[in-house]
């Protein structure tokens, strides 16, 4: 074989990557817990419930919110089109959590808005009746505002790649515009639609900050209440089977939507003219635009910083902790995952074949799988590990050091490697191949072998993409909080547990300082992808 160390590389990564999956299966091998039987008998029916109504709501949301916003910024012509093509995907800087905990403040009874309903009407807290933010309707819709730019970008793509098809179509059957979207835009976008709903319905199965903040019992909270409040990591195990069996269905389903994605790329999607539109037409495209942005980013970013400037806050040497160690982890984090992403990426490339091809596409189910998941997946196995360390070194050596991964950040940074290596591999994967093969015979000639070129060679030709990776990556690990909540070692606190603790007390205003610098970091991503959505035609 060519290149044994280096396949042998790939092939250790993609078998420590799948390792919490197997994890939980072999949860089921003395059967089921005790707990578990419980659990079956009393609330499993209710998580059941909660998680897939939650979906359903989501899923009606993100299309009503995302698929007319797509359409209006390519169709037509109208004030502000030119701001909202890329202001439309402000939403993804917010963690979910995040604009849960200001809508919380803003909506709740002492909140802003019904002080003001009071102040005006003069009625007593009885005398009327306010939605509960904090329910599932509520964790509904705020999943809804922050998801839908999955659906927006995907939806775009596909209007655009079809644009003069479609405007051909609507000539020749002389139909309206809204006869055109019905008929033939929608029919020709619905797999990247599909596609983008299905990734807003994995990022909510992920969730645990905004449905535990609103009290919502779906399966990532029974998850966390069995393994901590229960204290049976066995049934926090097979209860994370359950889901990990939905995650696996929904992601079967986006892969096979994205696969029956087509697009006519023959005609530059620039040849098509976009209909202007004035009067009322025009004020209802920009309000198709302007609500989803304003609630989904512009309002919960006001209250936060309002908020954080009206807080009476501690001592900021505890956020500016929160914030060091939170940088520390997802730096680490950050390089590790392009490490390893440049590992296996390379290691196809030189070795091309199945088992190469399979040992980096296994990678993607870690990054569909959620954080809590991923924590119980690798907990069980890795605290059976410590014990067993600590009882060589004590026969050994008559000394024990301790839990030497569970008890230290090396089981968090296995979970983020896990979680968000697929990230790092995908970027990698579409730079490496772009560099042709004749350079690394060219290297070989030179004498150079296999890793003086990727570190002489490649690494510097894609080290734009390599940083871009690591970018994503970072901002990924900042916002995750259902794997940092559970595997994270005693006094460990990020910016997202810092946050969530606060949250959790009720001490609303001094969370929005965390959150704020969560959002601040997570604009970086969004916008690079705002830029190159601005050079899209």
């Known amino acids: 074989m060519r290149h044994p160390v280096l396949v042998a590389a790939a092939f250790l990564i993609a078998a420590l990557l799948v390792s919490p999956h197997l994890g939980i299966l072999f949860a089921w091998a003395d059967g089921p817990s005790p707990v578990w039987v419980q659990l079956l008998e009393t609330v499993l029916p209710r998580y059941t419930g909660a998680t897939l109504a939650l979906c359903a709501m989501v899923l009606v949301g993100v299309l009503l919110i995302g698929v007319p916003g797509a359409y209006v910024v390519t169709s037509f012509e109208f004030p502000g089109r030119s701001i909202f093509r890329w202001a439309l995907i402000l939403p993804l800087a917010m963690p979910a959590y995040v604009v849960a905990y200001a809508y919380t403040d803003f909506l709740q009874h002492p909140g802003p808005v019904q002080t003001l309903l009071r102040a005006v009407t003069g009625w007593g807290a009885r005398d009327y009746w306010f939605p509960n933010i904090r329910s599932l309707p509520g964790a509904g819709l705020v999943f809804s505002l922050v998801l839908y730019p999955y659906v927006y970008m995907l939806a775009r793509t596909a209007f655009i790649a079809e644009a003069v098809t479609m405007t051909s179509v609507a000539r020749t059957l002389g139909r309206t515009r809204f006869g055109t979207f019905i008929s033939v835009a929608l029919p020709i976008a619905r797999p990247a639609i599909f596609g983008g709903a299905m990734l807003a319905l994995m990022e909510v199965l992920a969730d645990f900050g905004t449905v535990a903040h609103f009290g919502v019992q779906t399966f990532t909270t029974g998850i966390y209440r069995a393994w901590f409040s229960l204290g049976d990591r066995l049934a926090a195990a097979q209860l994370a089977t359950v889901l990990l069996a939905i995650v696996i269905v929904v992601l079967l389903v986006e892969r096979h939507e994205r696969g029956r994605r087509r697009y006519d790329a023959s005609r530059p999607s620039a040849e098509r003219r976009r209909a202007a539109l004035d009067g009322w037409r025009a004020l209802v495209a920009f309000l198709i635009c302007a609500v989803p942005v304003t609630l989904g980013f512009l309002l919960p970013l006001a209250i936060l910083l309002h908020l954080a400037f009206s807080a ?47 040992a980096g596409r296994i ?90 070129t990727l570190l002489s060679v490649h690494v510097p030709m894609i080290r734009p993409a390599l940083v871009t990776a690591a970018l994503i990556v970072f901002v990924d690990v900042l916002k995750e909080l259902p794997a940092t909540l559970i595997m994270r070692p005693f006094n460990v606190e990020t910016l997202a547990t810092f946050a969530h603790r606060l949250a959790s007390d009720e001490r609303l205003a001094e969370a929005a300082i965390p959150s704020i610098a969560i959002v601040a970091v997570g604009l970086l991503p969004v916008i690079l992808l705002s830029r190159a959505i601005g050079r899209q035609a």
């Open 312 to 358: 009476e806050t501690q001592s900021m040497a505890r956020y500016l902790a929160a914030a060091r160690t939170s940088f520390t982890l997802a730096g680490i984090a950050a390089i590790l995952c392009v490490a390893a992403a440049l590992t296996l990426s390379y290691a196809e490339r030189l070795v091309p074949g199945p088992a190469t091809r399979l």
């Open 363 to 452: 990678t993607l189910l870690g990054y569909a799988t959620p954080g809590a998941i991923i924590a119980v997946g690798l907990l069980i196995p890795m605290t059976s590990l410590d014990g067993a360390l600590n009882r060589i070194m004590q026969a050994s050596f008559g000394y024990t050091p301790g839990l030497i991964l569970t008890g230290s950040i090396v089981a968090l940074l296995f979970g983020y490697l896990v979680r968000f290596m697929a990230v790092a591999l995908n970027t990698v994967d579409a730079n490496l191949i772009k560099v042709t093969p004749s350079i690394d015979a060219a290297a070989r000639t030179l004498g150079a072998g296999a890793g003086r």
